[in-house]
């Protein structure tokens, strides 16, 4: 049997259990795991806009001014721009009335200060109006960034006083091989290998599954395909943490999200919001997106008081 052959096989065992578990917001209470974990419903929808390398479109007035009518306080938004329009997209929001917006960076340095020219360190990010940041984004991995540099920017992120969106995903060779779930667990395993002794509470942390083969390639992932990978995510996270923290730490999906697909995707068991690319550069798009989350967002609170988890 060739090393393929074994993860294809090992990947349909985990599969298979998954789907015997029926997702992965069980009671506590039913399991004799003890105490209140935190069920879906409790976990507020994040809707994230990473603007990459650009302006966003067509001008930072107009853009927040859609917003403005967007039902951004039903859902937590975040906005993540080029770190020089950090300061600037901060003190926008707060002169339009827009305070409950959050600003957050895409990337930071995990040291402190020192000689490394056109890097921002957590705290330079701080002091500029940043409360959030992304690590492990899958372009930074394609150029270069490993998973321990991953792990310390986390712990540096947290350190400035940051919230960290850890992003994790597959290429298209991986799923082809079967090897999704090796990739993911060895992502997240590598990353948060410093924090399990000090884990972390369940808002500075949280964890978008990004298929790097569903980024800008027009190929997209499927309901189930997205549903169980952030159900395996959660299954980790529990495996490096615990049950209840597990629970409580927010998964998001990333990957081609658009006005048209994001409330399917947002209302999935294991999907806590969405970050979003291209999307996110018009203000209308991504009031939609945000729309969206609130749509799904009340979906949750109807089942809670109906009793579901």
């Avoid at 994230?48 to 039903?74: F, H, I, V």
């Avoid at 980790?236 to 998001?252: C, K, Q």
Wanted: charged share 20%; hydrophobic share 40%.
């Amino acid at each position: 049997m060739t090393r393929a052959e074994l993860e294809r096989l090992v990947e349909q065992a985990v599969r298979e259990v998954l789907a015997r578990m029926g997702g992965h917001d069980v009671d506590p209470a039913r399991t004799g795991d003890g105490g209140a974990g935190q069920p879906r419903g409790e976990r507020r929808i994040l809707v994230a806009g990473n603007w990459k390398m650009n302006p966003c479109q067509p001008d930072l007035g107009s853009y927040l001014a859609a917003l403005a009518g967007a039902p951004t306080r039903e859902v937590d938004t975040l906005l993540l721009p080029p770190a020089v329009l950090i300061s600037g997209l901060r003190r926008a929001c707060d002169a339009a009335g827009l305070r409950h917006l959050e600003v957050g960076a895409q990337d930071l340095h995990p040291e402190k200060k020192g000689a490394h020219t056109g890097e921002h360190s957590g705290a330079l990010l701080f002091d500029a109006g940043a409360r959030h940041a992304l690590v492990g984004h899958s372009e930074r991995r394609q150029a270069g960034e490993g998973d321990l540099v991953v792990a310390r920017k986390i712990l540096a992120g947290w350190d400035a006083g940051l919230s960290v969106m850890l992003c994790v995903g597959e290429s298209l060779g991986e799923r082809k091989r079967g090897s999704t779930f090796r990739v993911l667990r060895q992502q997240l395993m590598l990353a948060l290998s410093g924090t399990a002794i000090s884990p972390p509470s369940g808002h500075r942390l949280s964890v978008a599954y990004e298929p790097v083969w569903a980024i800008g390639t027009g190929e997209r992932a499927t309901p189930a395909q997205i549903q169980e990978a952030c159900a395996f995510i959660r299954q980790v996270l529990a495996e490096t943490y615990d049950f209840h923290l597990a629970r409580a730490i927010r998964v998001l999906y990333g990957g081609s999200v658009t006005p048209e697909n994001a409330l399917e995707v947002m209302s999935l068991p294991d999907v806590d919001g969405v970050l979003v690319g291209g999307a996110s550069l018009s203000g209308r798009s991504f009031g939609d997106i945000v729309a969206a989350g609130a749509k799904a967002a009340a979906g949750r609170a109807t089942a809670r008081r109906e009793g579901s988890p």
